[in-house]
């Protein structure tokens, strides 16, 4: 497996993290920007289109500051998800990652 260049880490931007108010929080931010960093471009956008919908979870305005992912994109995201991402070749998506073949079991009755 390839590995590119390290991934840049987005620095959240949020009030909490900025001033140091809650560790916990901040530490949080800090791994979901971890997480992200590994993801590719259309699987941050749905993973944050995804978590923009949990109840409770911050709005997209506060996801982008904490991510620094655009507002639009984290729409564009829960967009894609709503349509079911049917959209999408398996090809496109799969490119990046390199990691295991397409699961080719479906749910089973
Ligand atoms: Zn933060």
């Known amino acids: 497996m390839t590995r590119e260049a390290k991934p840049v880490i ?7 993290c900025r001033t140091g108010a809650d560790a916990e929080i901040a530490r949080h931010h800090h791994q979901m920007n971890l ?5 590719s471009e259309s699987q941050r956008r749905w993973h944050l289109g995804l978590i923009s919908q949990k109840p409770g979870s911050p709005s ?3 996801l982008s500051k904490i991510t620094g992912v655009d507002e639009k994109t984290i729409r564009k995201g829960r967009h894609e998800l709503e349509a079911g991402l049917v959209e999408l070749s398996y090809d496109r ?3 990046e990652g390199g990691g295991r073949p397409p699961a080719e079991k479906k749910t089973r009755r």
């Open 10 to 16: 987005h620095q959240c931007e949020c009030d909490i």
């Open 93 to 95: 998506q799969r490119r």
């Open 35 to 39: 997480f992200l960093s590994r993801l």
């Open 60 to 62: 997209d305005r506060e």
